[in-house]
């Protein structure tokens, strides 16, 4: 999910990410990388017709297209309209960058990674807070101990919400794994195995992809990082 508010002379009004203002879609059955890019084209659609200010915020897949399109305000074909967005909340982006997190004690430490491998550094000038949770592999995966990226690298090449695509794609994955382990059988391989199954372990175990609302993993001040976020805007968005 991604949304952002636009703002302009004649209006003030909150959008989601959907062509002809959410009419009736027709989008087929996209991968997940190729909803991904409609969401980016349709954002900066959305940018680019509207003037005045605007914010983004993304969960998830959401949150990739948030950061994919910060990339393009800050350093791609958007770079025109940087000065207009007034922030950017992205929550459990396969592109955090390492570093890139609001957390009460350390905003170091998460020691890894979005998942994606291709991590969105450069956000400056925008008010940009990344939210993530240490067992959320989506945005905080070891990178080089484990076989996240290419099991990512499959997924995102797989239909969206079809059983069928995500049963071959598990099977892909297993032959993916055991392919590398067989054509290269190195204990270092193995233990990359391992780390991943644990890792997968502990993502299922934890939900942790599912629990930005959830009092029990507060970000900052007892906040959660929706709640964080929504106290944030809500302070500054009247003094903008």
Avoid at 10 to 39: K, W
Avoid at 59 to 71: P, T
Avoid at 172 to 188: D, Y
Avoid at 193 to 220: C, K, L, V, W
């Amino acid at each position: 999910m991604v949304a952002g508010y636009l703002s302009s002379p004649a209006e003030s009004r909150v959008v989601g990410c959907l062509p002809n203002r959410g009419q009736v879609l027709h989008l087929g059955s996209p991968s997940y990388a190729e909803s991904r890019d409609q969401g980016v084209a349709e954002v900066k659609r959305l940018i680019n017709e509207t003037p005045g200010t605007f914010g983004i915020a993304g969960f998830s897949q959401g949150g990739a297209v948030a950061d994919l399109v910060v990339k393009a305000l800050v350093e791609g074909d958007m770079q025109h309209r940087v000065g207009d967005c007034r922030w950017a909340h992205v929550f459990a982006s396969p592109y955090r960058a390492k570093g890139k997190s609001f957390h009460l004690d350390d905003p170091n430490r998460l020691k890894f990674e979005g998942v994606a491998g291709q991590p969105v550094w450069n956000t400056w000038p925008i008010d940009y807070f990344a939210y993530a949770h240490a067992d959320d592999l989506f945005t905080n995966t070891d990178l080089d101990n484990t076989w996240g990226k290419e099991i990512h690298d499959i997924l995102e090449h797989t239909g969206v919400g079809n059983p069928q695509a995500q049963a071959a794609t598990t099977d892909s994955v297993m032959k993916l794994i055991a392919l590398i382990n067989g054509a290269v059988a190195t204990p270092a391989n193995l233990a990359k195995t391992i780390n991943t199954a644990e890792a997968m372990m502990r993502y299922q175990n934890e939900n942790a992809h599912g629990r930005y609302n959830d009092p029990s993993y507060p970000i900052f001040g007892g906040r959660t990082a929706l709640g964080h976020s929504i106290n944030h805007l809500n302070y500054w968005g009247a003094r903008i």
